[in-house]
């Protein structure tokens, strides 16, 4: 009868009341709880799928037979710009397992406008190619070896100094391009800018140039690109006397016969003590290109060899006798001989001090050497030093 009446009390529903509730509020936590992990979740999916753009500069490859064919006018590397799904642009970029080409196997030679394509890029990604299109021009590859030639400003040498034989680490290169760029080719240099007032041996590593007769830089691939140039720089304060010897320069008039004589004998020469150590003579071409009579011509008196710094006297007065030939057998006799060279009486002895001139002639200053030659025999064109 008590349990009876305890069920139907209102305390009996409050507490029913009461425990619903709290099961209501543990139902409504636990569904706030699910959908906010459900929510991060959706965030995480949203994270992987959003879109990402990046621009990435890659090499450009050219499809054509190489071997046969030289092409000028294209960049070497080409820009592109991915977007799509953040994941995939960023592996694009990362691994680079694309590539943009130009396809130009069917072209002929000359100049063409082509288009560039990828391949290798997930179809889940948009990409553009700058350029889209490029002008290139397709001519016929040569290749040719060439010798280097190095170059330098003497004028940054320091006073009493001068160069001797410049070197290089690879004294010919292989140098590849059209066929028109390789037949202009006229030196392959390697510049070596020394520093000012250089006292010493210079070595550099340069970057070579092909250049044509103009000295214009050809567009030309040279392997190797770089080489070593050294430069030795040596004291130039040793002289040296040494003997002249007249020779003929340029083509005399036919039937034309030429002789030459200086008072001038000897010139005292100055440079390193290794390009001193090559002279015995220095031969002095006299140009007679021209010259119908005889006359007096103001010769250069001048050395190409590496080390010579100056000669003295730099000018010598040169006879010029100019004989005509006749049609006697003798006269033919004489044009078709050799040059001969005819020299007063004169001992002169030449010996190197160091940066003295031990020199002595025991003949007198105005002592003349006289050369003759024929201009119906072959011309004399000897190398202005031995």
Known sequence: ???????????????????????????????????????????????????????????????????????????????????????????????????VYANLNNLKLGKHTVTLKSSGISSELTSKIIPKRIKIKISKRKTKKM????????????????????????????????????????????DVNLPHNTDSSYSKSVTLQALDENGKVLNVVISPTNVTATVPIYSATYSKKVAINLVSGGDGVSGMSYSFSSSTQNVTIQGTKQALSKIS???????????????????????????????????????????????SSSSTESASSSTNK?????????????????TSSSSSNDISTSTTTSASSSSEKNNTDN
């Open 147 to 190: 010798a280097v030639q190095v170059r330098y400003d003497t004028n940054k040498i320091a006073s009493n100094y001068a160069a001797g034989s410049t070197s290089v680490s690879q004294k010919y290169v292989t140098v590849t391009g059209a066929a028109k760029d390789i037949n202009n080719i006229d030196k392959v240099v390697a």
């Open 281 to 327: 003579k220095l031969n002095v071409p006299v140009f007679v290109t021209g010259i119908t009579s005889s006359t007096t011509e103001n010769v250069n008196v001048t050395s190409s060899l590496n080390g010579i710094t100056s000669i003295s006297p730099a000018t010598i007065s040169v006879k010029v006798t100019v004989t005509e030939n006749n049609s």
């Open 1 to 99: 009868m008590k349990l009876a009446q305890a069920f139907n009390s209102k305390w009996f529903y409050r507490l029913i009341a009461l425990f619903f509730a709290i099961l209501l509020f543990l139902y409504v936590t636990s569904e706030k709880g699910n959908t906010t992990r459900n929510g991060d979740t959706d965030s995480v999916t949203n994270g992987l799928v959003s879109n990402k753009t990046v621009t990435i500069s890659v090499p450009l490859k050219l499809n054509i037979d190489s071997d046969k064919y030289f092409v000028t006018g294209y960049p070497e590397n080409v820009k592109v710009r991915l977007s799509g799904p953040s994941a995939l642009v960023t592996t694009a970029k990362n691994t680079e397992d694309f590539e």
């Open 342 to 358: 005819t020299t007063s009486t004169s001992s002169v002895s030449s010996s190197q001090v160091d940066g003295s001139d031990k």
